[in-house]
């Protein structure tokens, strides 16, 4: 006997599938000419938020929900972005605490972006390419059983030193939710084999999607 799925489910299906997704983020083609790229490490941009409030990002003016974050977060994405680009040799990493000492020295009041383009001046760099992490909170549970779920939102943005202009952002911001619950994260769900994953599985994968936007020569 064939199996066979109910016309109405499938109705559904197709229904779901021609909602309107998620803008999809144009590839950016990083140019020959960017000969040395400063990474700066991930920094808490919700440290002096409460939980569930609106962050704006400094660099993008995109909001996000903020929420703990876990010490480890941003050497695990710090880390895990040097690992990704360790293959190419134009770039130098830089930890948030040594920006701040550049940016003591230059005794202003300047924004992100201003003190950013500045670092990578001082540092001889043709672009810099930094990013925050708005929340970071771990399953409590077990794989098969969550009493609440991993929550992960970073963001990652290239910004041309020459004129301070950010020519490409992207993001990664989800919480895991149930099959039942949520059906547009089908195959997303179906990678994870039905399993609740942790903050880590979370964040490291959504940093391999987001980097996928990012090419270079």
């Known amino acids: 006997m064939k199996n066979t799925i109910p016309a109405v489910f499938l109705s559904f299906l197709l229904i779901t599938s021609c909602s309107a997704p998620e803008p999809v983020v144009k590839p950016l083609h990083v140019s020959p000419e960017m000969k040395k790229i400063l990474v700066v490490s991930f920094r808490n941009a919700a440290e002096n938020s409460g939980d569930s409030q609106g962050v704006r990002c400094p660099l ?3 909001i996000f929900v903020s929420g703990e974050v876990a010490p480890e977060a941003e050497n695990l994405l710090s880390g895990h972005l040097k690992k ?3 293959k190419y040799d134009q770039f130098i990493f830089i930890t948030p605490d040594q920006v701040q ?3 003591s020295e230059n005794g202003t009041g300047a924004d992100e972006r201003q003190m950013l383009a500045e670092t990578g001046r001082k540092l001889g760099a043709d672009a ?3 990013g925050h992490i708005y929340r970071y909170r771990d399953r409590v549970g077990a794989k098969l059983s969550v009493e ?3 929550s992960v939102a970073f963001d990652l943005h290239f910004l041309r030193v020459a004129d301070g202009r950010v020519i490409w952002s992207n993001h990664f911001d989800e919480t895991q939710k149930a099959l039942t619950d949520d059906l547009f994260r089908l195959s997303s769900f179906l990678q994870r084999d ?3 994953i942790t903050a880590e599985q979370m964040a490291l994968a959504g940093l391999e999607n987001i980097m ?3 090419q270079l020569p």
């Open 60 to 62: 993008s003016g995109k």
């Open 148 to 150: 609440s779920p991993a």
């Open 128 to 130: 810099v390419l930094a």
């Open 101 to 103: 000492g550049i940016r």
């Open 84 to 86: 990704i680009l360790q």
């Open 194 to 196: 039905g399993q609740w």
């Open 212 to 214: 996928e936007a990012f």
